[in-house]
């Protein structure tokens, strides 16, 4: 009898084992995030299309990294043809769709309006609840056996690894977006030096060409045109 129960004890350690890889699996596959950095040329428009499934959602977060104006008009439109949001001259956004329909989303970012400037935009995209089935988050269920034994509760086991899990994905979420902050900043501070470069050097040729031109005058004023008869 002592070594039946060994055994059931040794089983059903393994079989939590198992359950708790499971768990892992379904809690860790429910998000997905992207983010993209691209060039829109002047006068240009781009378009990116993500295909969703029902009752799931999908947030964007877009900045203008670089470009005169540091401003872009976007727009997101949903499979049924439907502008679910839309920005004009915005150099920053986030939006969220929650309840997604079946199907393409497309969202672009439109740079017509200018004709000279191209922009460098960074986006972030974040899919939830992309692969949920109700029955096969609870398939791991059945196979659990013994959980009485070891007092073992896997469903707050579950819950502390979704709390790490989403609180990792908003950490990993606010650097992205700090480094695109940082990136914009840099960029605007590059733009600043070389126009503050290239105002300095055209001032200190004016004032080289004004200097020169007050040492001709003054040198003129003492200069003796009138010719010596000998």
């Known amino acids: 009898m002592e070594a039946v129960r060994a055994v059931v004890l040794v089983l ?6 198992v359950s708790e890889r499971f768990v892992v699996l379904a809690s ?3 998000s997905l995030d992207s983010d993209f950095t ?3 040329p002047a006068g240009r428009k781009e378009c990116f299309f993500q295909t969703m499934k029902k009752d799931a959602s999908l947030e964007i977060e877009y900045q203008v990294l670089d470009g005169a104006g540091l401003d872009v008009d976007f727009f997101i439109t949903a499979p049924s043809a439907q502008v679910v949001f839309s920005d004009y001259h915005k150099s920053d956004g986030v939006h969220t769709v929650v309840d997604t329909e079946d199907g393409d989303y497309m969202f672009c970012f439109d740079n017509t309006f200018s004709t000279v400037s191209e922009k460098l935009v960074f986006f972030e995209l974040i899919l939830d609840n992309m692969d949920r089935d109700d029955e096969e988050v609870e398939d791991w269920k059945e196979y659990v056996q013994g959980t009485d034994v070891l007092d073992m509760k896997l469903e707050d086991i579950m819950d502390t690894i979704n709390n790490v899990k989403a609180r990792l994905g908003k950490s990993v979420h606010i650097q992205t ?5 940082e990136a914009r900043d840099r960029n605007i ?10 105002w300095s050097v055209v001032n200190v040729v004016v004032l080289m060409v004004i200097s020169g031109i007050q040492v001709y005058l003054v040198r003129s004023l003492f200069e003796d045109k009138r010719k010596i008869r000998t």
């Open 38 to 40: 691209f060039t829109l």
């Open 28 to 30: 860790f596959s429910q």
């Open 189 to 198: 501070q590059e733009s600043n030096f070389d126009r503050v470069n290239f």
């Open 12 to 17: 059903s350690v393994l079989v939590a084992l």
């Open 177 to 181: 977006v700090l480094r695109a902050f």
